[in-house]
């Protein structure tokens, strides 16, 4: 151990119960000004570790240790009470998510105070002037003003800041950052990292702890990935990123949909066991496989779905106005995937409710395949409502969490509910659903099983399978892959690619992550603040942007170095 | 077809809007006040029209009276009963509009003051046991969130039990065991603090364990957000933890239900004070229904209709003041 080390962990396991550990042995140290990042994916076993280091893994927690070392000094099995002298003051801990993460109905001056007040003996109007400092210093304008405000009435990177400076009042040596970004939009997760970097330059030590590799490529000096409740691959960040040792850590790499072309899989074989039998020769060539059919010249120019001006606004609780979607328009060809990308607020699942003619339009025209469709009655609508299916971002809540995997694909394709058990196991039934399971890489297993029993990933591949139900045309998917773990979220992208060959399917492809869209988009349109700032091939908007906004956010994106 | 939004009409939006907000919040609470009152006048009139028998008869000391015929004609005509139904309905409204509750048959006095005058002691009792159900609420709701699992099952089984105590059955067990038993609390309730402590007890230990429940789920609902962690991880104490956070969370849902809380203990008032024997707006109201003295029914219906609404308004006020979010600003 060297002697500038903040945090020395050796041999860290942390269990719940009488459960297996969800830590088996963890080691690692950290030194002033230096920011080491965990990475690994949801129940990896990274966020518990970071919480062992406060003494908050929880009550029920087991954690145990060869050694574990706050500035030199052990803290295995302290008290309660000796730990919360040390929490705030030796070591700070900002969490995902502000709006939350502040007490949402307490002003952020009085949460930023709360660190002093329990450490230091200032008065309350030396605590209000050094808060007004902290939030200086983390860059929030207005600082006089803010402090007012809970977390609520401010902006997610404003929050985000407020909580950063909560976490920093006292100067600890060590800064926990447990997805401080996750959150948060792409420009205003870089600013938060520069914030972050900024911090770790005063000298502090910084323990980064995300899924995104990206992200933490940006500030981490070294990256540690976990997998399973062990590190399994530990150094600079940017050899684990160019030259990934451990298979797993490839695959998390490989993953990163960002720079990589259309087509290109995300996921590596080894990693889909559910996948079904890829079909070699659409995929030998890696090109579109409309491109090399004969008549591909007049298939592609069809126009399958066109937005005219749509406008929509909601009303604000004041009873004012506020305009979601204005004057968007765009058209998608067959075959292919227009990307609507955009941060939170910009008006992109408007668009799409607007598209899927759940939302009244206020001015414009949605036109199905050259003919009208959210003008007409909805009566009208609603037997050609299966030609366009959707695909949401919180499949969890979009089913009933009663019904069964078998219940909601049976629905789906349109028949009524058999209402005896045996109706619905009956071969004709089983066999559709089978076929349809197939085709998104589930087995015929998951059938009896509700969506609260199922992975994020089985869950979101069952939200296809109900989308391609009603064999659609058109796929509208809002956000489909942003709550998934980078690895999964790479099958689930994979897995669209091949529906969409197979299917000749059109898709809109919604989301604000810059990366993924690119990934996967033909066409892409920008969306800020209700309009549209920039449309055009997707090659030519992320290599040449002509907006400023559309330059400002890909600048933003997060890449892996090399 | 909605309005579309333009730059001048969404100037327009902005400037004279708050005033007007605030004054259309006004007027829709006091339409929809009024609208209750309406409401449980007219629900009150006819529901004891429905009562069968003649309501002269009433006025002359009930059925057991034989009042003549000759009577009996008499009082129909000075009080109205000759007329339609729907005539005397209109009589009473309007009379009640003018604030006038009218004359007790049986009492032979004018209602504002017989009812006012039992208020007092009604209300005494509703606020006090609604205090007491809080502070057995809140004890409970804390040391069961805060003792283990042991804690946590005995704290809720408590609270499952006093939620389902019906009030009849609490009071004659309260009485035989403090009043008869051990004697040390009369049975019969009197002005004297000592007799005010079985009736307040009656109502509320049910409430206390049903509020109990509420408080206890978002206790620790709130106990496991990230901003109870964010607290902890500046070294705030178990007890900063609740005091400063968690419990300002817990109480929000209680506070809205303890309008509704209220009105149940008025009802609940009726058996209590019958049981212990204490003047009130429940016994007046028990007496008055079985006396079919209409007027004093219609006049207890309406006050405790009004204190209802009142009391709805402070608990409005009061969550607007535990949770600033609900401040339009």
């Given at each position: 151990m060297s002697a500038a080390a903040v945090l020395s962990v050796r041999a860290l396991r942390v269990g719940f119960g009488a459960s297996a550990p969800v830590v088996r042995g963890v080691s690692f140290e950290l030194a002033a000004g230096e920011c080491l990042a965990i990475?690994?994916?949801?129940?990896?076993?990274?966020?518990?570790?970071?919480?062992?280091?406060?003494?908050?893994?929880?009550?029920?927690?087991?954690?145990?240790?060869?050694?574990?070392?706050?500035?030199?000094?052990?803290?295995?099995?302290?008290?309660?009470?000796?730990?919360?002298?040390?929490?705030?003051?030796?070591?700070?801990?900002?969490?995902?998510?502000?709006?939350?993460?502040?007490?949402?109905?307490?002003?952020?001056?009085?949460?930023?105070?709360?660190?002093?007040?329990?450490?230091?003996?200032?008065?309350?109007?030396?605590?209000?002037?050094?808060?007004?400092?902290?939030?200086?210093?983390?860059?929030?304008?207005?600082?006089?003003?803010?402090?007012?405000?809970?977390?609520?009435?401010?902006?997610?990177?404003?929050?985000?800041?407020?909580?950063?400076?909560?976490?920093?009042?006292?100067?600890?040596?060590?800064?926990?950052?447990?997805?401080?970004?996750?959150?948060?939009?792409?420009?205003?997760?870089?600013?938060?990292?520069?914030?972050?970097?900024?911090?770790?330059?005063?000298?502090?030590?910084?323990?980064?702890?995300?899924?995104?590799?990206?992200?933490?490529?940006?500030?981490?000096?070294?990256?540690?990935?976990?997998?399973?409740?062990?590190?399994?691959?530990?150094?600079?960040?940017?050899?684990?990123?160019?030259?990934?040792?451990?298979?797993?850590?490839?695959?998390?790499?490989?993953?990163?949909?960002?720079?990589?072309?259309?087509?290109?899989?995300?996921?590596?074989?080894?990693?889909?066991?559910?996948?079904?039998?890829?079909?070699?020769?659409?995929?030998?060539?890696?090109?579109?496989?409309?491109?090399?059919?004969?008549?591909?010249?007049?298939?592609?120019?069809?126009?399958?779905?066109?937005?005219?001006?749509?406008?929509?606004?909601?009303?604000?609780?004041?009873?004012?106005?506020?305009?979601?979607?204005?004057?968007?328009?765009?058209?998608?060809?067959?075959?292919?995937?227009?990307?609507?990308?955009?941060?939170?607020?910009?008006?992109?699942?408007?668009?799409?409710?607007?598209?899927?003619?759940?939302?009244?339009?206020?001015?414009?025209?949605?036109?199905?395949?050259?003919?009208?469709?959210?003008?007409?009655?909805?009566?009208?609508?609603?037997?050609?409502?299966?030609?366009?299916?959707?695909?949401?971002?919180?499949?969890?809540?979009?089913?009933?969490?009663?019904?069964?995997?078998?219940?909601?694909?049976?629905?789906?394709?349109?028949?009524?509910?058999?209402?005896?058990?045996?109706?619905?196991?009956?071969?004709?039934?089983?066999?559709?659903?089978?076929?349809?399971?197939?085709?998104?890489?589930?087995?015929?297993?998951?059938?009896?099983?509700?969506?609260?029993?199922?992975?994020?990933?089985?869950?979101?591949?069952?939200?296809?399978?109900?989308?391609?139900?009603?064999?659609?045309?058109?796929?509208?998917?809002?956000?489909?892959?942003?709550?998934?773990?980078?690895?999964?979220?790479?099958?689930?992208?994979?897995?669209?690619?091949?529906?969409?060959?197979?299917?000749?399917?059109?898709?809109?492809?919604?989301?604000?992550?810059?990366?993924?869209?690119?990934?996967?988009?033909?066409?892409?349109?920008?969306?800020?603040?209700?309009?549209?700032?920039?449309?055009?091939?997707?090659?030519?908007?992320?290599?040449?942007?002509?907006?400023?906004?559309?330059?400002?956010?890909?600048?933003?994106?997060?890449?892996?170095?090399? | 077809m909605v309005e579309p939004v333009t730059p001048a009409n969404r100037r327009r939006d902005g400037l004279a809007r708050p005033v007007f907000r605030a004054l259309g919040r006004l007027g829709a609470r006091l339409a929809g006040a009024i609208f209750v009152l309406w409401a449980v006048a007219s629900i009150t009139f006819f529901a004891v029209r429905l009562i069968p028998g003649d309501p002269a008869q009433a006025v002359l000391g009930g059925p057991g009276s034989q009042a003549s015929p000759e009577a009996l004609a008499a009082v129909s005509a000075e009080y109205g009963f000759d007329q339609p139904v729907f005539t005397q309905y209109l009589t009473q409204l309007g009379r009640l509009a003018t604030g006038d509750l009218g004359r007790s048959y049986s009492l032979n006095m004018d209602v504002g003051p017989l009812v006012l005058d039992q208020l007092g002691g009604t209300l005494l009792l509703a606020v006090l046991a609604l205090s007491l159900a809080w502070v057995i609420a809140l004890a409970l709701a804390t040391w069961s969130t805060r003792g283990g699992l042991v804690a946590a099952r005995v704290g809720s089984s408590l609270e499952i039990v006093a939620a389902a105590l019906p009030h009849f059955w609490l009071a004659t067990s309260l009485i035989v065991v403090f009043s008869i038993w051990i004697g040390v609390l009369p049975p019969i309730s009197t002005d004297s603090l000592a007799g005010l402590v079985l009736p307040v007890l009656t109502l509320a230990v049910p409430l206390a364990g049903f509020l109990g429940q509420i408080m206890r789920e978002s206790l620790l609902i709130a106990l496991e957000s990230p901003f109870v962690l964010s607290a902890r991880a500046r070294g705030e104490s178990e007890r900063g933890v609740r005091w400063v956070h968690a419990l300002r969370h817990a109480s929000l849902p209680a506070i809205s239900l303890s309008g509704w809380a209220f009105g149940s203990l008025i009802s609940g008032a009726v058996v209590v004070e019958t049981i212990f024997a204490r003047p009130g707006l429940g016994r007046t109201l028990l007496n008055a229904v079985t006396l079919r003295d209409v007027p004093v029914v219609i006049g207890v219906v309406m006050i405790v209709a009004v204190a209802y609404i009142l009391m709805t308004l402070l608990t409005d006020a009061v969550s607007r003041l535990v949770d600033p979010r609900l401040r339009l600003s």
């Amino acid at each position: 151990m060297s002697a500038a080390a903040v945090l020395s962990v050796r041999a860290l396991r942390v269990g719940f119960g009488a459960s297996a550990p969800v830590v088996r042995g963890v080691s690692f140290e950290l030194a002033a000004g230096e920011c080491l990042a965990i990475v690994g994916e949801s129940g990896s076993g990274k966020s518990v570790t970071a919480r062992s280091l406060l003494g908050l893994a929880g009550a029920n927690a087991r954690v145990e240790a060869d050694r574990l070392e706050l500035g030199g000094q052990s803290v295995l099995g302290l008290t309660d009470r000796a730990w919360r002298v040390r929490r705030g003051k030796d070591v700070g801990l900002v969490l995902q998510d502000a709006l939350v993460s502040l007490d949402p109905l307490r002003p952020i001056g009085r949460e930023i105070a709360d660190s002093l007040r329990l450490h230091t003996t200032l008065g309350a109007a030396a605590r209000a002037r050094r808060v007004l400092e902290l939030l200086d210093a983390v860059g929030l304008s207005n600082p006089e003003l803010q402090v007012q405000k809970r977390s609520g009435q401010l902006s997610g990177g404003e929050r985000q800041r407020a909580l950063i400076a909560a976490a920093i009042a006292l100067n600890p040596p060590l800064l926990i950052a447990d997805e401080p970004t996750t959150a948060l939009d792409v420009t205003v997760q870089a600013q938060i990292l520069a914030l972050l970097e900024q911090i770790k330059l005063s000298g502090t030590a910084v323990l980064l702890v995300s899924h995104d590799l990206a992200v933490v490529s940006r500030i981490a000096d070294r990256v540690a990935v976990m997998h399973d409740g062990l590190l399994i691959e530990t150094g600079r960040t940017e050899r684990v990123l160019v030259a990934p040792q451990h298979e797993q850590t490839r695959r998390m790499v490989a993953a990163v949909p960002a720079d990589k072309p259309r087509g290109t899989r995300l996921s590596l074989a080894a990693s889909m066991p559910l996948a079904p039998a890829p079909i070699v020769s659409a995929r030998a060539d890696s090109t579109r496989p409309t491109a090399s059919k004969p008549d591909a010249a007049v298939v592609r120019e069809t126009v399958v779905l066109e937005a005219i001006g749509l406008s929509h606004s909601f009303r604000r609780p004041d009873g004012s106005r506020q305009l979601a979607v204005d004057d968007v328009s765009f058209s998608l060809l067959r075959g292919h995937t227009l990307g609507i990308v955009g941060e939170s607020g910009s008006g992109k699942t408007t668009t799409a409710r607007l598209l899927l003619a759940l939302l009244p339009l206020e001015q414009g025209d949605v036109q199905l395949f050259g003919q009208a469709w959210s003008s007409v009655s909805e009566k009208r609508r609603r037997r050609r409502r299966a030609s366009v299916g959707a695909i949401y971002q919180d499949s969890l809540g979009s089913f009933d969490p009663r019904w069964s995997v078998g219940e909601i694909l049976t629905d789906a394709l349109g028949r009524a509910l058999p209402q005896t058990r045996s109706a619905r196991r009956s071969p004709e039934n089983l066999a559709r659903l089978t076929t349809l399971l197939d085709e998104v890489g589930l087995a015929a297993t998951v059938l009896p099983r509700r969506p609260l029993e199922l992975s994020g990933g089985q869950r979101q591949r069952v939200g296809i399978a109900r989308a391609l139900a009603g064999r659609p045309d058109i796929l509208i998917c809002d956000e489909p892959v942003s709550s998934l773990d980078v690895s999964v979220q790479a099958q689930v992208l994979d897995l669209l690619d091949d529906v969409q060959r197979e299917r000749e399917l059109s898709l809109i492809f919604i989301s604000h992550d810059l990366g993924v869209v690119q990934h996967v988009s033909d066409e892409v349109v920008v969306m800020r603040s209700g309009r549209v700032v920039e449309s055009g091939s997707a090659a030519r908007v992320f290599t040449a942007p002509e907006h400023a906004y559309s330059a400002q956010l890909l600048a933003a994106v997060p890449r892996l170095p090399g | 077809m909605v309005e579309p939004v333009t730059p001048a009409n969404r100037r327009r939006d902005g400037l004279a809007r708050p005033v007007f907000r605030a004054l259309g919040r006004l007027g829709a609470r006091l339409a929809g006040a009024i609208f209750v009152l309406w409401a449980v006048a007219s629900i009150t009139f006819f529901a004891v029209r429905l009562i069968p028998g003649d309501p002269a008869q009433a006025v002359l000391g009930g059925p057991g009276s034989q009042a003549s015929p000759e009577a009996l004609a008499a009082v129909s005509a000075e009080y109205g009963f000759d007329q339609p139904v729907f005539t005397q309905y209109l009589t009473q409204l309007g009379r009640l509009a003018t604030g006038d509750l009218g004359r007790s048959y049986s009492l032979n006095m004018d209602v504002g003051p017989l009812v006012l005058d039992q208020l007092g002691g009604t209300l005494l009792l509703a606020v006090l046991a609604l205090s007491l159900a809080w502070v057995i609420a809140l004890a409970l709701a804390t040391w069961s969130t805060r003792g283990g699992l042991v804690a946590a099952r005995v704290g809720s089984s408590l609270e499952i039990v006093a939620a389902a105590l019906p009030h009849f059955w609490l009071a004659t067990s309260l009485i035989v065991v403090f009043s008869i038993w051990i004697g040390v609390l009369p049975p019969i309730s009197t002005d004297s603090l000592a007799g005010l402590v079985l009736p307040v007890l009656t109502l509320a230990v049910p409430l206390a364990g049903f509020l109990g429940q509420i408080m206890r789920e978002s206790l620790l609902i709130a106990l496991e957000s990230p901003f109870v962690l964010s607290a902890r991880a500046r070294g705030e104490s178990e007890r900063g933890v609740r005091w400063v956070h968690a419990l300002r969370h817990a109480s929000l849902p209680a506070i809205s239900l303890s309008g509704w809380a209220f009105g149940s203990l008025i009802s609940g008032a009726v058996v209590v004070e019958t049981i212990f024997a204490r003047p009130g707006l429940g016994r007046t109201l028990l007496n008055a229904v079985t006396l079919r003295d209409v007027p004093v029914v219609i006049g207890v219906v309406m006050i405790v209709a009004v204190a209802y609404i009142l009391m709805t308004l402070l608990t409005d006020a009061v969550s607007r003041l535990v949770d600033p979010r609900l401040r339009l600003s």
